[in-house]
Nanobody, 123 residues
Framework: QVQLVESGGGLVQAGGSLNVSCAAS????????MAWFRQAPGKERDFVTA???????YYTDSVKGRFTISRDNAKNTVYLQMNSLKPEDTAVYYC?????????????????WGQGTQVTVSS
């Protein structure tokens, strides 16, 4: 069983930055692919970015060049640095873990989920 706890969400003005993090339990964190999804009110939970166990990264087109995913395997933590935030980035951001090193881009690819953290971008 893997537990994921997100932190760092909040309210920011358009153009600003936020860093959210996700701490994972377990002793084999480096073997997990990790991802961030987001869900805006009334919408589906969508893929944002993922990082493989080896550190390869993947991004959805709308966040390329603005968001950066990273991981610290010694701390069992994955981070999401969000820059140049837009009102359309407003959503609950969820951390997800897959018990393989290779990430996926759909919800069904992931085995464990955090409780989510709210990110609100004001215009």
């Amino acid at each position: 069983q893997v537990q994921l706890v997100e932190s760092g969400g909040g309210l920011v003005q358009a153009g600003g930055s936020l860093n959210v993090s996700c701490a994972a339990s377990g002793r084999t964190f480096s073997n997990y692919a990790m991802a961030w999804f987001r869900q805006a009110p009334g919408k589906e939970r969508d893929f944002v970015t993922a990082i493989s166990g080896q550190g390869y990264t993947y991004y959805t087109d709308s966040v390329k060049g603005r968001f950066t995913i990273s991981r610290d395997n010694a701390k069992n933590t994955v981070y999401l640095q969000m820059n140049s935030l837009k009102p359309e980035d407003t959503a609950v951001y969820y951390c997800a873990a897959r018990t393989t090193r290779i990430p996926g881009i759909t919800r069904g690819d992931y085995d464990y989920w955090g409780q989510g953290t709210q990110v609100t971008v004001s215009s």
